[in-house]
Structures are given as structure tokens and as C-alpha cells.
């Protein structure tokens, strides 16, 4: 059995929640895109493809075939989620597949360095492969929220 941990309860559940409000509101595929998080995307790849449901939020059976969920990673040791497994590297930010680009409708950025170079080339991914309307959520420092207020045009929630 697959253990879960339980450092992003309170964040999976919103996440989670948000995934099922946002997919219901259409028929169209729902695209996730997990950059540099890849233990996050391992924990809500569990719920959305294995269990099918989460404790405190009743099932996503009827919403999984328009959820998408991919993992932008360096550590190739996660190829073993064969075609949800994109190899990324931060200091090639746009070096991916063009059928990514605005493509996500959520994405979700814990970026690995807290440098400004590392900050800015994360945005251009997120940039480059979000739509025009995505969900975003960063996981970083606050001192590198000028950053994405600037480049991404956010402001910082709690």
C-alpha cells in the first residue's frame, strides 16, 4: 500500500477541492502541470488516479478522465510515471514540447532555489505553459515575491 504523506494535508485538500469545482464546470480536458513539486504531484496523482476519491472530499469517479496531471521534473527517477513524467530543468526553462504551451489550467511551482535566477526562469515555464486563465500556486520565500508580482502580474495570498 502506498503511504501518503501528510506535510501537504491541508494543501492537497484545497488543491484537491479546486481540481473537482474547476472540472465540473466543463467537459474539457483539465490540465495540471506539478513543476519541480514532485512530491506533491506523487501524493495527488494517488488521489486523482489510484483511490479516486480523498477523505473529506467525496469522489472524483465521474471527473478522472478530463483530468490530466503532469510532473515537470529534473530527477529522472520519476520516469516511472512513464507519459505523466515531462523532464524539465529550470535553467532551460522553455525547453519542452510545444504541444505544452498554454496548455494548463492549473499549475502548481515549488521552485528549488531560492535565487532570482531560479525564481525567473520558473515564471517563464509558467508563463509559457499556462492559460490565459490558470490557477497558480507557488510555493517560495516572500522574498521573491516581487518577482512573480512583476513577471506574472500576482499578488500574494496567505
Known amino acids: 500500500m502506498l503511504k501518503i504523506c501528510l506535510t501537504y494535508s491541508p494543501l492537497i485538500y484545497l488543491i484537491l477541492n479546486n481540481i473537482k469545482r474547476e472540472s465540473s464546470s466543463s467537459n474539457e480536458k483539465f490540465n495540471i502541470g506539478c513543476i519541480s513539486c514532485p512530491t506533491l504531484f506523487k501524493t495527488l496523482n494517488y488521489y486523482l488516479k489510484e483511490?479516486?476519491?480523498h477523505p473529506n472530499i467525496s469522489s472524483f469517479e465521474n471527473?478522472?478522465?478530463?483530468?490530466n496531471i503532469k510532473l515537470f521534473e529534473f530527477d529522472k527517477r520519476f520516469e516511472i510515471y512513464g507519459n505523466d513524467f515531462v523532464f524539465y530543468d529550470y535553467k532551460k526553462p522553455l525547453d519542452f514540447d510545444e504541444s505544452f504551451n498554454e496548455s494548463f489550467d492549473m499549475l502548481i511551482s515549488d521552485p528549488p532555489f531560492f535565487?532570482?535566477?531560479c525564481q525567473i526562469k520558473m515564471g517563464m515555464t509558467i508563463k509559457k505553459i499556462g492559460k490565459s486563465k490558470h490557477k497558480l500556486i507557488i510555493c517560495t520565500g516572500m522574498?521573491?515575491?516581487c518577482y512573480f508580482t512583476i513577471f506574472l502580474y500576482i499578488k500574494l495570498t496567505s
Open 115 to 117: 535565487t532570482e535566477e
Open 143 to 145: 522574498e521573491f515575491e
Open 63 to 67: 471527473h478522472i478522465e478530463r483530468i
Open 51 to 53: 483511490a479516486k476519491s
